[in-house]
């Protein structure tokens, strides 16, 4: 799908607003003066950001927000270090406790991504996670909830704060690739170059906090690829973390490529690969 990516202050987003705003006017029959507040506030965020991505007939954009010079304390276990870095400089200061512990125990099961592609691309996905999830809570994506009985309130990109499955044996189903436009926004807000040629992405070998492992990345760009896989970690790092296996006697069981720190990896029996050739 052809990309356009712009920044905000140009005056080529400025003529491509001002087109995007005469045929909201012309569709919605709205006068933004006399009645504000009916129109979208994505419309009013738009032409307030500082890059934006066209893809099709959608477009995605970002607003870069500065935070006052003070001091800022952040606790969280699933931290963009990177992204922290680039925003923050010399003022960032990490403290970090290292791994501990788990009560718990997580299972990953990497010989499928079960992305939604994947699962799009081959059904039989649902099958086999379902028969192996049973009666237990899944967080999955969120077009797919509806295959599992037990997929409730979490999926992915709705996941913080969330304290329902704690101590409960948990699947995580699938691999939370974002819409590519997504790190293509967040690269030049972090300063991190790259061509449209570095847009491509392949099914190839990559290394991420310590592994080595085959994954659907970009192919020619380094920096972009890490972004990616640093985004994606967290996500699932979320996900594994709505049990609690730190402090509870619980199994949380990962289906996808993506390895995290602390998991036993563990590879698909003879009854589960049979499902895939029936």
Do not use: W
């Amino acid at each position: 799908m052809a990309q356009t990516l712009g920044e905000g202050n140009t005056k080529g987003i400025a003529k491509l607003k001002d087109k995007l705003v005469k045929a909201f006017l012309t569709r919605n029959r709205m006068d933004f003066s006399r009645n504000e507040e009916s129109t979208p506030s994505n419309v009013f965020g738009f032409l307030d950001c500082d890059y934006y991505v066209k893809s099709g007939s959608y477009i995605h954009y970002l607003k870069r927000r500065e935070c006052d010079y003070k001091k800022i304390i952040i606790l969280s276990a699933t931290p963009n270090i990177r992204i922290y870095e680039k925003l923050y400089g010399n003022r960032l200061k990490v403290h970090d406790v290292g791994r501990v512990e788990t009560k718990g125990i997580v299972i990953h099961y990497p010989e499928s991504s079960f992305s939604a592609f994947a699962i799009k691309k081959e059904p039989k996905l649902l099958e086999v996670a379902g028969s192996m999830a049973r009666r237990n809570p899944v967080i999955t994506h969120l077009k797919f909830k509806s295959h599992f009985p037990t997929a409730e309130e979490a999926h992915f990109g709705y996941l913080s704060g969330i304290d329902k499955y704690r101590g409960k044996d948990l699947f995580v189903v699938g691999t939370p690739h974002k819409n590519p436009s997504v790190y293509y926004l967040y690269a030049r807000v972090l300063g991190i170059d790259y061509d449209i040629k570095d847009t491509k992405m392949n099914f190839q070998e990559v290394e991420y906090d310590g592994f080595v492992f085959y994954f659907n990345t970009f192919k020619n760009n380094y920096r972009l690829q890490q972004l990616q896989m640093s985004m994606i970690q967290a996500e699932l790092l979320q996900a594994v973390g709505r049990a609690r296996v730190l402090r509870e006697d619980c199994t949380v069981t990962m289906l996808g490529r993506m390895p995290i720190q602390g998991a036993e990896t563990r590879y698909f029996d003879a009854d589960i690969l049979s499902k895939f050739k029936n």
